[in-house]
């Protein structure tokens, strides 16, 4: 099993990175399915400019860019969406990421991690959602950090609590990725 830890801010110096190595560090101690950081600042992708939709395209995309994220998507049983929380939504370019494809994401289980003045709570709602018409299932377990708190003189600390938390939303997310696994074969 293979599980993406997907980094969807694209701002230099973006705080998801850290976020990233931080869950990678702890998922990597568990055995049961293999993680990778991917970075959506490494794809470079523009705005929806395929000239096919997703839906219809069938994974045939003109666009270099696109046709290299839809193969690293492709590697992938699961994902951990680490989500920045932007004017109470979405960061657009991760939200572009997943409407410039469409099969790739299909039976895929997703958890999400999230950050934000409010912990990235609405971001995460608005995922939750959007996820559900690609046809992804989302975990119930969330795990949110404050960039108040847990970034208290400008180096991510975590509160002591959220190393509970991830493992939840992993044990959650590993179950899935099996389950949904069954409807890709």
């Known amino acids: 099993m293979k599980i993406a830890i ?27 399915a293999e993680f990778e950081i991917v970075e959506l600042a490494d794809f470079d992708l523009p705005l929806l400019c395929e000239p096919v939709i997703p839906g219809a395209a069938n994974r045939e995309y ?3 860019q696109t046709r290299a994220w839809s193969a690293k998507i492709d590697e992938f049983d699961g994902f951990v969406w680490v989500t920045p929380e932007y004017n ?3 960061p657009a370019a991760m939200k572009n990421a997943l409407d410039v494809l469409y099969p790739e994401w299909a039976h895929k289980a997703v958890g999400f991690v999230s950050y934000g003045a409010n912990e990235g709570v609405r971001a ?5 959602t959007i996820v559900a018409n690609v046809m992804m299932v ?20 975590p509160s002591d609590r959220r190393e509970g938390e991830l493992k939840n939303l992993l044990n959650q997310l590993v179950k899935l990725t099996a389950a949904v696994g069954t409807l890709r074969a």
């Not at 989302?138 to 600390?157: K, N």
Request: glycine share 10%; no cysteine; aromatic share 10%.
């Open 124 to 128: 995460v709602e608005h995922w939750r």
């Open 6 to 32: 997907l980094v969807g801010s694209t701002r230099p110096g973006r705080k998801g990175t850290h976020v990233a190595q931080w869950v990678l560090e702890r998922a990597r101690q568990r055995g049961d």
């Open 88 to 90: 109470h939504g979405v």
């Open 138 to 157: 989302a975990t119930r377990a969330q795990l949110t950090f404050s960039t108040f708190s847990e970034w208290p003189d400008g180096e991510f600390t």
């Open 62 to 64: 003109e666009i270099p």
